[in-house]
């Protein structure tokens, strides 16, 4: 009986101290990365509006580096560089569940000046057409009151258009709606 009980013994022993060994050194030298401006958030940034120093609006409301969404369902983030540029850093559901992940530049005036992409998981050679600049440039110079209507959607990628014009829409809304809140005033 005793070898039959003391491997199974001996090696739940084992993973257990392996493990609480693993948790003891992931909490020594885990370092909260939330609200760090990466370096490819950084050079979407300066995709879309050239060099400057952005930041990520944080929660003023608590200790926790939490991202300012204002609620929003797919905002990611709110990055600006406190004067009159705003990035919103957008998740949108386009043929996959968020596959799209952009980041939507806006002027002061709440004109889309650029969009570029950290991510896309839509269907190679179809829903990533949507990246391509031909499609994107129907969104630069488009402000709140745009109907996206008028833009056709890319032929076998209908998902990914209508998600495309999803971000567009929520990410100059959020902006209308929060300009103040966002620059401070």
Not at 133 to 152: C, N, P, Q, R, Y
Request: hydrophobic share 35%; aromatic share 8%.
């Amino acid at each position: 009986m005793k070898n039959y009980i003391m491997p199974p013994l001996v090696l739940t022993i084992i993973c257990m101290v392996v493990s609480g060994l693993l948790a003891f050194a992931f909490n020594k030298t885990y370092v909260d990365t939330t609200g760090v401006m990466t370096d490819e958030l950084k050079a979407g940034c300066e995709e879309i509006f050239g060099e400057g120093d952005f930041e990520i609006l944080l929660e003023q409301s608590t200790d926790e580096k939490v991202p300012v969404t204002f609620d929003t369902e797919g905002i990611v983030s709110i990055i600006t560089d406190k004067k009159d540029k705003c990035i919103i850093e957008l998740k949108q559901d386009g043929y996959a569940k968020d596959g799209l992940h952009l980041l939507i530049g806006i002027d002061s005036d709440g004109t889309v000046k650029g969009i570029s992409f950290l991510e896309i998981g839509e269907t190679p050679g179809v829903g990533t057409k949507v990246q391509d600049d031909s499609f994107v440039e129907k969104f630069i110079g488009l402000g709140a009151d745009a109907d996206t209507d008028d833009i056709d959607n890319i032929t076998g990628a209908t998902f990914s258009s209508k998600g495309m014009k999803s971000a567009y829409k929520k990410a100059v809304t959020l902006y209308s709606e929060h300009k103040e809140e966002i620059f401070g005033g």
